[in-house]
């Protein structure tokens, strides 16, 4: 039971941070139709940055968690003002190409500096103990980061659907052609929405670097997952990204704890949920067919 | 109020649109009737600036709105009753009707619209898309007169619809019109048409073909009839 319960609040860590990176991938996409191929290297960078505030710097652990997601917040609204606002109009192919291209030159930046080794990044003191739960004891930073996290998506949740900025956001996700002809100049919010997207990468890159090896390739390893995570929960559905994520963190937990002795059973998991969800349901599990246009 | 002049508009290759000039004003209903394909959704859609690939001038109240984005000619107090009625599925009732700002001088207050429409104050909190077909129709044409839009643009606000609710979109037009709201409508029900309309342009292949006072077309009902194949 103990065993059980630890593993199932190890799911919820991982899962907390698939939510936040496909909670930005689905405000992404869902209002500008772009998957950001490159948001991996964003949780990357959120991360790398926090090392390198700490190690070249001494700016601690808090105010890395506000700065690089506001500073990589600000450097995606400038790149979706330079390159990404283009590819609305091209082929989806572009879409690859270009995301998958800002990848590699953010990978390999980092790497021309610092090489591919991890990088280590201490807890923040404050966090360094654990929490007795009674039947275990996790560590506290993990607690922090589920509770973290989840105030994070719920508070998302709040302004998507309880203000006006929200409202505007499901409407020109829903019917992009058709919200401007409700006078809703809904250009005027793609670039924020776009910066949102990527803020929350980075913060997602910040809260791993106490947990997780700071590398340039962290966020490639992690995207995949990610990307099986937004298909599950239907592209473009924030619930669907955020109850997807937590759901897959958990499927990835047991597997590992339960099918151990498969290794191939555990380490393919996810792509066999995503493969069943989209056979059962094509347009994943809360995803809306798009509308014939 | 509103005036078109030689306007074109094309779908890749296909010109769907000849030199079309009309005009509407302030104050008036007009329809515009034809066969299907003739070009009536797309001059609608030209004028309120959803459709790209077109040549000509778009004024309204003397001003050229034709290289405005959508949402600028929104809030000049166009507005805009698609054929599919516009219901977004991930907003409630009420968030379906105060979505657009307001923007014309005599906006429908809320509660004004819910004393119209008990149905919709009823339905205020579910998604629009659980409306029926007829209460989606409502919700469309009561969201442009909560706006305070000045010309209505309507495609089709009638196909579907029971004779009931036909006679409440007429009567909804009518009190519209009382307003000193404007209407430019696409209509393929004639008898509507006449109903609510003071003029009628009927458009074949892409060109104004005849324009035509209401009592013209009372007349020869019969022979516009069997020309629109209905």
Partial sequence: MTGFLQNTFNGLVSGAFYALLALGLAVIFGMLRVVNFAHGAFYMLGAFGAYVLLSEAGVPFWAALVIMPLGLGLLGMALERAVIHWLTRLDPLYNFLLTFGLTLILQDLVKSRYGVQSSPYATPSALSGSVDFGLFDFPAYRVFILGFAVLVCVAVWWVLTRTRVGMVVRAATERPELTPAFGINVGRWVTPVFGFGIALAGLAGVLAAPMRAVNPLMGADLIIVVFAVVVIGGLGSIFGSVAAGFGIGLVQAWGEAYLSDFPIVSQTIVFVVMAVVLLWRPAGLFGREEAPA | ?230
């Fill in chain 2, 1 to 230: 109020m509103l005036r078109v002049d030689n306007l074109s508009a094309w779908y890749g290759e296909a010109q769907v649109l000849r030199d079309v000039s009309l005009d509407v004003a302030a104050g008036e209903v007009v329809t515009l009737v034809g066969r299907n394909g003739a070009g009536k959704s797309t001059l609608l859609r030209c004028v309120m600036g959803l459709h790209t690939g077109q040549r000509g001038t778009v004024e309204l109240d003397g001003r050229d709105i034709g290289r405005l984005p959508a949402y600028r000619r929104a809030r000049l107090g166009l507005g805009w009753v698609p054929d599919d009625r516009g219901s977004y599925a991930t907003l409630s009732v009420a968030e379906n009707l105060t979505l657009p700002p307001t923007v014309g001088p005599d906006p429908w207050p809320l509660e004004r619209v819910y004393e119209a429409f008990p149905a919709l104050h009823q339905r205020r909190d579910s998604a629009a898309t659980t409306l029926s077909g007829g209460e989606q129709q409502m919700l469309a044409l009561a969201r442009v007169l909560r706006m305070g839009a000045r010309l209505l643009l309507c495609d089709e606000p009638t196909e579907g619809l029971s004779p009931l609710l036909v006679q409440q979109v007429g009567d909804l037009l009518h009190e519209a019109k009382r307003h000193g709201v404007t209407v430019l409508l696409v209509e393929q029900n004639l008898h509507f048409a006449t109903g609510v309309a003071d003029r009628h342009y009927l458009l074949a292949e892409g060109r104004v073909v005849e324009a035509m006072e209401n009592s013209e077309v009372r007349s020869r009902e019969r022979e516009l009839l069997s020309y629109l194949g209905i």
